[in-house]
């Protein structure tokens, strides 16, 4: 493909989680066609551009300029240009910039085009050999307990893998938290994918929290097998469980400990209403 041959828009390109062999030939002439190329890190993309022998000028678009960065493309566009779209790594906008802009080409009735590639969600769930049928995306897991727990409180009950990404430094504490919540749950971490130090591990989330505890290196997707549903379970019945703990004279949090153990719910779920079962039996 040639400049010539390569019509007007934005082209939203997938490039290489880090193995450059894996651009393809219709990404590599995209690049190489384009008049301008959209990129999170110019000094990264300089490297997949010399690789595809591309010239093209580099324009930055990240998460703190993309708000800014929006106009100057849609004029760009409006001018007849063609705009390439890349990330650091796998398909823009997917946990990513990008997603405000393609919506904005979209509004502006500006044509767009894709030029697929890979992504570390799919390649995860392929990698792990977690069911696939279904499954949510959470982004990049939260930084707080609580919220985390709000987040898989919220997803478990649908019965889906979660795929989520981790970065390296929180990786450990992240996957400690699971091992509390849920030692025996099928858990994979997929690290370093498709570069030299490649590492796909599966196993239980007790056992990656221990093998995964010192420091660790690459950015990490996290893919957690459906949560086990508990026979007769849900919020009536770790209700019920609680009310005869809290009954019988256990606090808030022994009553939590205790329905966790006995499968009616996870900790932090029944910590959380021990807690307002609590106060209603106070007032």
């Known amino acids: 493909m040639t400049g010539?041959?390569?019509?007007?828009?934005?082209?939203?390109?997938?490039t290489p989680l880090g193995n450059l062999g894996d651009l393809s030939p219709r990404a590599a002439a995209t690049l190489r066609g384009a008049d301008v190329v959209a990129c999170?890190?110019?000094?990264?993309?300089?490297?997949?551009?010399?690789?595809?022998?591309?010239?093209?000028?580099?324009?930055?678009?990240?998460?703190?300029?993309e708000a800014e960065r929006v106009e100057r493309v849609l004029s760009l566009l409006a001018a007849g240009a063609r705009v390439a779209l890349v990330s650091d790594a796998g398909m823009p906008a997917v946990s990513d910039p990008g997603a405000r802009l393609v919506d904005a080409v979209h509004a502006a009735g500006l044509p767009v085009h894709l030029v697929p590639g890979p992504s570390a969600v799919t390649t995860a769930l392929a990698a792990t050999g977690a069911p696939a049928d279904r499954f949510a995306f959470a982004g990049f897991l939260p930084r707080r307990d609580?919220?985390?727990?709000?987040?898989?409180?919220?997803?478990?009950?649908?019965?889906?893998?979660?795929?989520?990404?981790?970065?390296?430094?929180?990786?450990?504490?992240?996957?400690?938290?699971?091992?509390?919540?849920?030692?025996?749950?099928?858990?994979?971490?997929?690290?370093?994918?498709?570069k030299r130090f490649e590492e796909v591990a599966v196993a239980t989330a007790a056992d990656l929290a221990e093998h995964f505890a010192g420091d660790v290196r690459g950015e990490a997707t996290l893919v957690l097998?459906?949560?086990?549903?508990?026979?007769?379970?849900?919020?009536?019945?770790?209700?019920?469980?609680?009310?005869?703990?809290?009954?019988?004279?256990?606090?808030?949090?022994?009553?939590?400990?205790?329905a966790a153990a006995l499968g009616a719910g996870s900790r932090n779920a029944a910590y959380r209403a021990a807690l307002t079962l609590a106060s209603r039996r106070a007032t």
């Open 225 to 258: 097998w459906p949560a086990t549903p508990v026979p007769g379970g849900g919020e009536a019945a770790l209700a019920a469980t609680l009310e005869v703990l809290l009954a019988a004279g256990l606090s808030p949090a022994r009553a939590a400990d205790a």
């Open 146 to 194: 609580a919220e985390r727990a709000a987040l898989l409180d919220g997803l478990d009950p649908l019965g889906l893998t979660i795929v989520a990404f981790e970065s390296p430094h929180r990786l450990p504490a992240a996957l400690a938290w699971l091992a509390g919540r849920d030692p025996g749950r099928r858990t994979g971490v997929c690290r370093e994918m498709t």
């Open 40 to 65: 999170e890190d110019t000094r990264r993309t300089g490297v997949l551009m010399r690789h595809a022998g591309a010239e093209t000028r580099l324009l930055s678009l990240h998460a703190h300029n």
């Open 4 to 14: 010539e041959d390569l019509p007007a828009g934005l082209h939203v390109v997938g």
